[in-house]
């Protein structure tokens, strides 16, 4: 296998990938005694105005405005561009072979089209199926963690399913099921439990983040640059901290204005976020949260849209900038090869742009040839490892130095990482 693999001995150390293992649509509260996790689970599109919200809100909508724009429409793309949301099926590796008695269900905690998260998945599970000609491969949609989670699970071994493939955490909802079904094999989004046929992926969203930050920090002539999250969860906060170390390296006045939302998918409330941090001056809005209104917001202000593994180039051309883009496939492919040859290795993997998880779609227009041979020489510098985006020294935005010189976080340790906000962001993690 290509992905970092993490073997089950680390579950030691699962604790600390409490908050990273979170669902796209749950609300986890991790306790300070790590022996302890409650999984709270909430609507998957809540309509609560969380106070914490409404507080920053207001903050934001206290600052001056102050937003750039541009006219140009023509489209650029860098030369380590791979397949955008219209990705065309992988070559078939085994043409002459047929799969029809491998049965794989992916389960989609929303909507196959969402355009984002969802869809992402889908795509890959679309590539996937074109390299095993025949596999019987379905999904389902609209499955919250919790209780309607393991009845879809269930109801996919019932089906005759080999292989079943959870795109959120869905953990605690498939594991008895795992345990009860050895024959079948399962794949779930940041899992960190230990199962002899299960396996745990997370992505590596730093890798792409941190192109993205670059493409800001070109873009901005405010030097304020928005940037709504959902949770303040491991993956979140890391990939936010690469985004604004990207930024800084080609502008260093740049600053990061972060706000927690609680929510994956709220257009109320983002609209709210996004009209806030325009009006304070952000001048391009990035976002790991699931509505399309930054692109329609920053659209009416002259800016710039930075998209969360989505392709929105043709719904708002002037204003879109660039977005990193997950590619599963790889991933998926490997894991029917491993069950196929009896070689399943169960455990955690994790795998960005060098395991070739995560690719961009097109850059926007206004994006230059020197930022994107920029782009080109970070992505070659990750991939050949001459590149670390988390070498030290890193200060966090409270003065204290989070990663000394020359020491850094290594590739499997990074999905414990962040509960920290790097030097350049204007916010902090909501306490709790």
């Known amino acids: 296998m290509y992905s970092v693999h993490i073997a089950s001995s680390m579950v030691a150390k699962s604790r600390l990938l409490t908050l990273a293992c979170v669902p796209r649509t ?3 509260k991790h306790f300070r005694n790590k022996r302890e996790a409650i999984m709270l689970t909430m609507h998957k599109r809540p309509r609560h105005h969380f106070r914490l919200l409404t507080v920053l809100l207001l903050a934001l909508s206290m600052l001056a405005a102050a937003c750039g724009g541009s006219d140009s429409t023509e489209t650029k793309t860098s030369a380590t561009d791979t397949e955008s949301t219209e990705t065309e099926p992988a070559e078939t590796e085994a ?13 989609l905690d929303g909507s196959a089209e969402d355009g984002g998260w969802n869809t992402t998945h889908l795509r890959s599970g679309r590539k996937m199926e074109a390299n095993f000609p025949g596999i019987d491969f379905s999904f389902v949609e609209e499955i919250e963690p919790g209780q309607p989670a393991t009845n879809a ?16 955490f869905y953990q605690f909802d498939m594991m008895d099921v795992a345990d009860e079904n050895p024959e079948v094999y399962f794949l779930t989004w940041a899992g960190f439990e230990p199962q002899p046929n299960v396996g745990h992926f997370a992505q590596a969203s730093e890798d792409g983040r941190y192109m993205d930050g670059i493409v800001a920090g070109s873009l901005t002539k405010s030097n304020i640059i928005g940037y709504p999250v959902g949770f303040p969860f491991e993956e979140v906060n890391r990939a936010l901290n690469a985004f604004t170390l990207g930024a800084r390296e080609v502008n260093p006045d740049a600053e990061v204005r972060a706000v927690y ?12 976020a996004a009209e806030a941090l325009a009006n304070a001056g952000a ?25 969360y593994t989505n392709d929105w180039s043709d719904f708002e051309p002037e204003a879109w900038a660039s977005s990193l883009l997950f590619d599963w496939s790889t991933y998926y492919i490997e894991q029917i090869e491993d069950i196929l040859a009896g070689e399943f290795e169960a455990g955690n993997s994790y795998g960005g742009l060098k395991e070739g ?20 020489e970070r992505v070659a510098g990750i991939i050949d490892g001459t590149f670390d985006i988390f070498a030290g020294p890193i200060m966090d935005n409270q003065g204290n130095i989070v990663i000394a010189e020359g020491e850094t976080i290594a590739f499997g340790d990074r999905g414990a990482c962040c509960q920290w906000l790097v030097e350049g962001i204007v916010g902090e993690i909501p306490a709790g």
């Open 26 to 28: 749950s609300f986890t």
């Open 95 to 107: 043409s002459g072979e047929d799969y029809s008695d491998f049965k794989v269900v992916m389960i």
């Open 153 to 168: 699970f269930q109801d996919a071994v019932d089906a005759g399913a080999d292989l079943v493939i959870g795109t959120t």
């Open 261 to 272: 939302l609680n929510t994956w998918f709220d257009p109320a409330i983002e609209q709210q």
């Open 283 to 307: 001048d391009v809005i990035a976002h790991e949260v699931g509505s399309q209104v930054y692109a329609t917001v920053m659209a009416q202000n002259d800016g710039y849209v930075i998209g």
């Open 357 to 376: 998880w995560i690719e961009f779609a097109p850059y926007g227009p206004d994006v230059t040839q020197e930022t994107l041979d920029l782009i080109d």
